[in-house]
């Protein structure tokens, strides 16, 4: 290393989260929907006139039904994917056993896609086939776009959202456990979860808080002000 140059040492806080496993996406989406769902169901049921007793017992339903069907939901849509990129792999390995030299060649053009010169290119590519067991990974990142060392967990996705999904299907439920069966109380408690979550999940992209939280705010209040709209018109009836 030469005087001029010098190390720039990373702060801990400055490293990339990790976004592409499938809990994030799972428990993020399952904490919203159970939220909006049953924030929306409660509302629906109070609208229609049903005694706390019900409410509760309709709400809590819908927390079962609903986690379990996310958690079904995403164990199968994550295991389907899993299984089309293992095949996928399994394929981009045969097609490395049966041509080395063309796969070697594709993966040089890759490289001087990049930036590279056809001759630093090609030599990478020479040393990569020379290593079997990372030049199938290699080619796997390359050429499938995705990392045969990280595929998402299915368990992980489906245990994540049904744990978040449940978190957020009490928030409505909270003030009919403490004996607050108006829609006022119901709405107060969720608004400030629908706001909290929308903040949260804006931390996690490049949008301000408060936008995130306003935003996932007003969906949810109109998703709620609907169903209890429609409540209110089948239990008039």
Known sequence: ?????????????????????????????????????????????????????????T?????????????????????SQTEATEA???????????????????????????????????EAARQITEHPEHNWRVHAREELGVDPDDLPSPWVAAGSSFLFFTLGALIPLLPLFLGQGSVWAVSLVSAV??????????RLTTRPWWYGGARQLILGLVAAAATYGLGSLVGGI
């Open 193 to 202: 979860g629908l706001f909290a979550s929308g903040a949260v999940v804006a």
């Open 1 to 57: 290393m030469s005087k001029d140059q010098t190390v720039v040492r990373i702060p801990p806080d400055d490293h990339h989260r990790d976004v592409t496993g499938g809990a994030l996406r799972a428990g993020v989406f399952g904490a919203m929907d159970g939220l909006v769902s049953n924030f929306s169901l409660v509302a629906g049921v109070i609208g229609a006139g049903l005694s706390s007793r019900n409410v509760i017992l």
């Open 59 to 79: 709400g809590l339903a819908g927390l079962a039904a609903g986690a379990f069907s996310m958690a079904a939901g995403e164990y199968t849509s994550v295991a």
């Open 88 to 122: 996928e792999i399994a394929k981009e390995k045969i097609e490395l056993a049966r041509n080395p030299v063309g796969e070697a060649a594709e993966l040089a053009q890759i490289y001087e896609g990049y930036g590279m010169s056809p001759e630093t290119a090609a």
